[in-house]
C-alpha cells in the first residue's frame, strides 16, 4: 500500500472513532455525572408546622406514620404518565427528589402534625410498639394523559392501639393540567395535600 492510499484510510478509522464516542456519549454516563432533569420535584406541606411548636406524648398515645407500600410504577423517583388503560410512560425532564411513597410519609406526618397536639412521628424516627399506626398503599401519584389530570390515589390502614384495623381509600383529581413538569408537578403537590388533609380528618374523628 502507498502512503497516498494508507492516510485516508487512517483518517477514516479516526473520523469513525470519533464518531462513535460522540455517539455513545448522549447514551451513557462514566461515573454516573449524567445530564440533571430540569426539574426536581419534591411535596411540602400547604401549612407546615410553626417554629416552636412542641408536641407530647407516651407509646401508647401517639401516632407513627409508615411509609405506604407501593407498586413497581412508583418505586422509582421518576413520575409516572398513565397512557392508556395497559401503557404507562414517566415524564420527560422530572425527577422527585425522593421515593414519592417516602414524600407521601412526610407529609402525611407533617399534616397530622399541625391539626393535633398528639406526638406524631414517622417509622424512620421510632420503632415503638403501641398506639396509632397509619400505613397502605400509595395506589397512584402521577398524570393521566388520557384526562389531562393528576392524581394521587392512597389506600390508607389505620391500625388503632387496640388492634382494630380500619381501611378507607382517598383521592384527589385536578384535571386541566399541561403534561408538562412546570404544571404537573405543583398540580401533583396540591392533590397530595388534599389527600392528607382528608386522611388528618379521618384519622382525628374531623
Not at 456519549?25 to 461515573?31: Q, T
Not at 423517583?77 to 425522593?98: F, I, K, N, S
Not at 414519592?100 to 398528639?118: Q, V
Request: net charge positive.
Amino acid at each position: 500500500m502507498t502512503r497516498s492510499s494508507a492516510m485516508p484510510a487512517k483518517k477514516i478509522r479516526t473520523y469513525a472513532a470519533l464518531v462513535l464516542a460522540l455517539a455513545l456519549a448522549g447514551c451513557i454516563s462514566l461515573g454516573g455525572g449524567g445530564k440533571p432533569p430540569a426539574f426536581l420535584l419534591t411535596l411540602s406541606a400547604d401549612k407546615p408546622v410553626e417554629a416552636g411548636r412542641t408536641a407530647q406524648g407516651t407509646s401508647a398515645s401517639m401516632i407513627v406514620v409508615m411509609e405506604p407500600e407501593t407498586s413497581q410504577k412508583l418505586s422509582v423517583v421518576r413520575v409516572p404518565v398513565q397512557v392508556d388503560d395497559t401503557r404507562v410512560a414517566y415524564l420527560v425532564g422530572a425527577t422527585w427528589v425522593e421515593r414519592p411513597t417516602k414524600l407521601l410519609r412526610g407529609l402525611l406526618a407533617e399534616t397530622l402534625r399541625t391539626r393535633t397536639s398528639t406526638l406524631v412521628l414517622e417509622d424512620s424516627q421510632s420503632m415503638a410498639a403501641g398506639g396509632e399506626r397509619l400505613a397502605g398503599q400509595l395506589v397512584d401519584m402521577g398524570y393521566d394523559a388520557r384526562t389531562g389530570s393528576v392524581v394521587v390515589r392512597f389506600d390508607a390502614l389505620r391500625t388503632l392501639a387496640d388492634g382494630t384495623v380500619q381501611s378507607k381509600r382517598f383521592e384527589s383529581v385536578i384535571p386541566g393540567i399541561a403534561a408538562k413538569p412546570e404544571f404537573v408537578g405543583p398540580a401533583i403537590n396540591r392533590a397530595a395535600n388534599d389527600v392528607a388533609r382528608q386522611v388528618a380528618d379521618w384519622m382525628l374523628g374531623k
